[in-house]
């Protein structure tokens, strides 16, 4: 079994910055990549930005030089750190990573949500 525990979403200012925090727990082996996709309010769910294993990152070209996504391996975390936010970003924010488990073998994991609020 495993867990995927985001954190770090709320309200803020057009302009302001946030930092959101997925943790990997359970039966791990390993994780490849690791990303942020995020949902706003009709419309489809898009990716946001993913690193590999080997810290390599990418970007959608709505958040490239604003937002950064970061991997602590020993801590099976993500992070994503958002700056220069605008109404535009509000959206449900989910982490998604590529897991090798004990247990499962490969597998998919996504985390529960967490909601980005970006107006003044």
């Known amino acids: 079994q495993v867990q995927l525990v985001e954190s770090g979403g709320g309200l803020v200012q057009p302009g302001g910055s946030l930092r959101l925090s997925c943790a990997a727990s359970?039966?791990?082996?390993?994780?490849?990549?690791m990303g942020w996709y995020r949902q706003a309010p009709g419309k489809q769910r898009e990716l946001v930005a993913f690193?590999?294993?080997?810290?390599?990152?990418n970007y959608a070209d709505s958040v490239k030089g604003r937002f950064t996504i970061s991997r602590d391996n020993a801590k099976n975390t993500v992070y994503l750190q958002l700056n220069s936010l605008k109404p535009e970003d509000t959206a449900v924010y989910y982490c998604?990573?590529?897991?090798?488990?004990?247990?499962?073998?490969?597998?998919?994991?996504w985390g529960q949500g967490t909601l980005v609020t970006v107006s003044s």
């Open positions: 998604h990573m590529y897991i090798s488990s004990r247990s499962s073998g490969r597998l998919e994991a």
């Open positions: 359970g039966s791990i082996l390993s994780i490849n990549a």
């Open positions: 690193i590999t294993s080997g810290g390599s990152a």
